[in-house]
């Protein structure tokens, strides 16, 4: 089982970019995914979790700019980010829980200056 993020990259401040993870392998149950971040010198974070009814939950300072979706038909989870702002600077991890394993994407670098 894989977990592959893409979309990361460099933003101006109030500017939107838009996470996309996918899974992939021998999947037989997805429960929570989720995306976690780590900014230098901090720990890593949550961001926003959702179930796999759709329940969603997320982050203090994230929310209200910030949506997570989730595919299950294609085992895929997205964060649309949006107004921006130099403190969401942060590797993003992608998060799932497969087959009852927690497993972490490699990670892809939001930058967020201007």
């Known amino acids: 089982v894989q977990l592959q993020a893409s979309g990361g990259g460099l933003v101006q401040p109030g500017g939107s970019l838009t996470l996309s993870c996918a899974a992939s392998?021998?999947?037989?149950?997805?429960?929570?995914m989720g995306w976690y971040r780590q900014a230098p010198g901090k720990q890593r974070e949550l961001v926003a979790v959702?179930?796999?009814?759709?329940?969603?939950n997320y982050a203090g300072p994230v929310k209200g700019r910030f949506t997570i979706s989730r595919d299950n038909s294609r085992n895929t989870v997205k964060l649309q980010m949006n107004s921006l702002k130099p403190e969401d600077t942060a590797v993003y991890y992608c998060?799932?829980?497969?087959?009852?394993?927690?497993?972490w994407g490699e990670g892809t670098q939001v930058t967020v200056s201007s």
């Open positions: 392998g021998s999947i037989f149950s997805i429960n929570d």
């Open positions: 959702i179930t796999g009814g759709g329940i969603s």
């Open positions: 998060n799932g829980v497969i087959n009852k394993i927690n497993y």
